[in-house]
């Protein structure tokens, strides 16, 4: 899974307040017995002082000393453990019977992090994107004319295609043969289905991320002239399981930009991470603002669709 480094360590951060949470009451209750119990306030400290005089042993290979002092602690254990039952206090029970809170399995974040990586993806994503308005469901198209136009082509046909093609593109999610290029003019539908597809990707539990190819760059630049060794921003854009670049064009190009955006186009095609593109320049505008090195990353890698019809924003105005 690809999240951002930030949404992982948010994640941990979550689950070892839970964690902490659930155990408030537990510890409580021993510093209460503490209190109560002079006996278990000085087993307590014995057992401290052994701890220390364990890990000592243990440095110099005393295995004699060591042995004794273990049949000590084992001893002290037992009585501590008495104590605790007499007082029915016991250590609630793991929150994740998989990973018995440690986080980790054989070195990989355990499903329990990753589901609240999840959840922390979709709040994102939800606080600062329409996404309730751009479902699969309300892509209406009636909107777009059923008749041809100019070039022979039924907007209203081949809209329902692109809505076919971005829910596969979702269902088949992370394997997908291509990645995707929707040109056209602005007002045609581009974001909200990329914004639709973005929704079932990050239900499925990928890390998404989406944004103007504007905001997105300029993050990035920011970061990376900001010299402060971070890298965080391009390495999102760099290793997300799905990046939605919307708008590209609309960017200041720097000679930092055009090589990050080569970078990205580049080397997410070599890790076979997909890549939904919106802009609403056409291919040949495409080509002369990033050059062929860039445009001919995307014969062969992107599957090229272009949105036609009439502007949506200015029919629901007029309606
Ligand atoms: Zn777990």
Redesign the pocket.
Known sequence: MGYRNEIYSKALGIKKNEVKTANAIYEAEISALREQNKEFAELEREMNSIGSALALSAISGDSEKLDRLKAICNKLNEKKNKILKDAKISRPSAL?K??N?D?Y?AGKL????LEIAKQLTFSELSSSLPINDCTFENFNLDYYSDEEDAEGFVPRKRAAALLKLCREFADNFPSVSSSLLFTGEAGLGKTHLSLAVVVEVAKKGYGVVYGSAYNLLSAAEKEHFSYSGETEKEDALLNCDLLVIDDLGTEFLTSYTSSLIYNIINTRILNRKPTIINTNLSFDELEARYTARITSRFIGNYEMKKFIGSDIRQIKALK
């Open positions: 994740c998989i990973c809170d986080n399995v355990c499903s329990c992090v």
